[in-house]
Structure formats: C-alpha cells, structure tokens
C-alpha cells in the first residue's frame, strides 16, 4: 500500500503563497504521473495539477499562471507552489499518484483556506 502525506496548507491572505509538498512511501519515479486536486466545501473534487513521469505538467484553467506542480527525486516528494491566492482557492488539497492507468492512491489532504 502506498501512503502519500501532504504538508504545507494553512490560513493565508488573499494575494499571498503557499507551497504543498507531498511525501510518498514509494519511490516517485515508479509512478506514472502525479498531480493535486482539490475539494472545496459542499464541491466535487476537482483536478489542480499533473506532473507525467515525462516531466510535461498540466493544469486547471482556473489556476493557470498562478500554480506550479513540481517534483524532487532526490527527495521523493512532489509540489505545488501557489501564487496570488484567491478566496476561491480554499479547499482541501489531495496529492494523488497514479501507478497505472486503473491504480490511483491518494492521500489525507491539507486544508488551504485564502481569506479576502
């Protein structure tokens, strides 16, 4: 069983920054992709940002420009570094990594809340 640990939400203002990081019990290289979703109170949970094992990196409309999904090998973890936070961004934010097309493993999330 693989577990993934995210870190680094917390309360921020609007305007402001923060970066995710997510630890995972397996080595990172051996998965496909990883990426970050996020659920927002009374939402569905929608996709932020993926990193293929290629390196090409996707991301939400809605965070475009402002978001950026990375990943340290060296440190097996993978990020996703947020810039001018909105009040719209407060969800809890999951680290997901795909193992094979039908393998998802997802973690506990950490809550960013953006106050305006």
């Known amino acids: 069983q693989v577990q993934l640990v995210e870190s680094g939400g917390g309360l921020v203002q609007a305007g402001g920054s923060l970066r995710l990081s997510c630890a995972a019990s397996?080595?990172?290289?051996?998965?496909?992709?990883m990426a970050w979703y996020r659920q927002a109170p009374g939402k569905q949970r929608d996709f932020v940002a993926r990193?293929?094992?290629?390196?090409?990196?996707t991301s939400a409309d809605s965070v475009k420009g402002r978001f950026t999904i990375s990943r340290d090998y060296d440190k097996n973890m993978v990020y996703l570094q947020m810039n001018s936070l909105k009040p719209e961004d407060t969800a809890v934010y999951y680290c997901?990594?795909?193992?094979?097309?039908?393998?998802?493993?997802w973690g506990q999330g950490t809550q960013v809340t953006v106050s305006s």
């Open positions: 990193i293929h094992n290629s390196g090409t990196t």
């Open positions: 997901v990594a795909q193992e094979t097309v039908a393998r998802f493993y």
């Open positions: 397996k080595s990172i290289t051996s998965f496909i992709a």
